[in-house]
């Protein structure tokens, strides 16, 4: 079952958070500031020298200052209403962040945060929707996957989906 919770995901006691970065991996605003205010200076030194990163990938670096040992820097598509292939980015985006969590070895517990649906736009109930999905198709593998949210409805919409409504 995935865990969905309302939290900031920078004071998770996981092994690996996941960023809603973009491109320049150089930080940004929404959840990508507030990751690298808690992780310190070194994490977009570290992360700059892999930039850049396109659009569905996602690349990893050690959390710094974070309890997580691990930061998943995952670049969601900006919304331009459904017909750039969007879905699919998005899909690749949290398919290749779970990749890289399985590859790294040591990581059991894996935070979410909801991709693309601040400042790129995507519509929230879509977005939950294929994160949900991928989600659910890799949660075997892991101890503990966690969504997680920072505004009340996101967690409504996410605990709809989960319950099948
Ligand atoms: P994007 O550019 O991918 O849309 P944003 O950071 O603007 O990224 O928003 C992505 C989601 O992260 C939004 O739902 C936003 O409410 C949420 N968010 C913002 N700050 C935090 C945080 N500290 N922890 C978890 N989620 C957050």
Redesign the pocket.
Known sequence: MIDIIR????TLDVDAIVN???SSLAG????????HRAAGPELAQAATRLAPCPTGDAVITPGFRLAARFVIHAV?P?WHGGTHGEAALLRRAYERSFALAAGEGSIASIAF??????????P?RDAAEIALEVMRAHEVRFDRVVA????EE?VRIYQELQSGE
Not at 28 to 35: L, Y
């Open positions: 939290a900031d995901i920078t809603a970065a973009n940004g605003g929404g959840v990508d500031g507030a990751i969601g900006v945060p909801a991709i693309s649906t601040g400042v790129y736009g995507y929230k997680c949210l920072f505004d996101s």
